[in-house]
């Protein structure tokens, strides 16, 4: 039954682009991600100019997530300040002011968002006892301080490696409430530390198959694969429209950014999807025979079609 769940999260995560790691994280971007993030950026950047702003934010905000940088953040604030969307580029101001103090024109940018917006929502400042992760109403925050509409009800969430922990977080306009959370104690066979300093360690959870993993990787490297290359294919109609620029070649390119954008997407998700299963993976446990898993995975891709299977067993 667990190897189902975990197997329906990671599907779902091939199609989802709003999760990504938490500033915490301090994994370097791959090449590919880097590669995906100026095509982001780049496509964002056009839709701006194009006054398409509610897109050009969502664009912009992917190529942060595959690679943090100020200016993408920066330009991020910007696209939705332009949509009319004053609550989210409040919050990534304050990420701004907070993750890049030495850069001048972040700095200006927070500053000038937060004299416009910051008096009309509440403030909300985390801390936590240790490492966590924060959920807004079910929504992944990348940073530890945001905004929230005032005189609502929100439920803030914070997961520790030891369990969650949920609060109401509620405030007026202009008010800045700060919020501490700390971890719950671990559950009961977690190793404990006795008075003379040795230690009983936890009883064995188990974990899922390494295969999963494999499985997870073996798609994400595809799947960046076929992103590098869609997106020089998409680059490369460019030139032929402009010399004959009829109705059909704009098709054909809209067609062409339409897939690379869906495997930005599809590459995101699988990446994160293969680092949760990382983490859950049973490295330690005795290897699982042939009768126990039987995992294989395929990636199909023809000019109309690009499709990711994951298919076999799992006990």
Known sequence: MRSMLLLTLFLGGAVSTTVRAQETAATEPSVADRQAAGQAYDRATAAYTGRDYGRAATLFETAYRLAPAPAALVQ??????????????????LQ????????????????????TAGANYARIDVTCSSSCTLELDGALQGH???????GTSHTLRATFETGSVDQ?????????????????PPVEGAETTSEDGSTTPAVDQ????????????VLTVGSGAVLAWSGVDTLDG???YRNTPTPAGLADGQSRELRTNVLIGVTAGLAVTTLILALVTDWDGTPSSSDDTNVSASIALTPDLFAIGVSGSFR
């Open 144 to 150: 530890r301080s945001f905004f929230i509409e005032p």
């Open 238 to 240: 460019v030139p032929a």
């Open 96 to 115: 701004l002011q907070g993750n890049y103090a030495s850069d001048e024109r972040a700095q200006t940018q927070a500053r000038e968002t937060l004299a």
């Open 76 to 93: 991020a604030v910007r696209a939705h300040e332009r949509a009319g969307n004053a609550l989210r580029a409040a919050s990534l101001a």
């Open 168 to 184: 109401p977080v509620t405030g007026a306009a202009g008010q800045r409430n700060a919020v501490t959370l700390n971890a719950p």
């Open 206 to 217: 188990g974990g899922v198959s390494p295969a999963l993993f494999i499985t997870g990787l």
